[in-house]
């Protein structure tokens, strides 16, 4: 059984830097890719970031130059760092992995921009 255990959320200032993170509880984390979603309330669940195994990244536009994904294999965690935030990233924040055909998720982190 594989589980996501997401921290870091809370209420941020506009400008603000938060880092989420999420630690996950699987053998051989290092082999997988893990993705950053969100979800705003009344839009559907977005992809956010994503680092393969490999540590190759890619991101949404509207977090490019501001969000940066990163993992250490080491903790078994992947990080989401925000910078810059703006009222318009308010959402609940997920991890996600693909093991063979099965996606799962963590419980997400809320993060709301506001001040």
């Known amino acids: 059984q594989v589980q996501l255990v997401e921290s870091g959320g809370g209420l941020v200032q506009p400008g603000g830097s938060p880092r989420l993170s999420c630690a996950a509880s699987?053998?051989?984390?290092?082999?997988?890719?893990i993705g950053w979603y969100r979800q705003a309330p009344g839009k559907q669940r977005e992809l956010v970031a994503a680092?393969?195994?490999?540590?190759?990244?890619n991101y949404a536009d509207s977090v490019k130059g501001r969000f940066t994904i990163s993992r250490d294999n080491a903790k078994n965690t992947v990080y989401l760092q925000m910078n810059s935030l703006k009222p318009g990233d308010t959402a609940v924040y997920y991890c996600n992995i693909k093991v063979g055909m099965v996606d799962y998720w963590g419980q997400g982190t809320q993060v709301t921009v506001s001040s």
């Open positions: 699987l053998r051989n984390f290092r082999l997988y890719a």
């Open positions: 680092i393969s195994s490999g540590g190759s990244t």
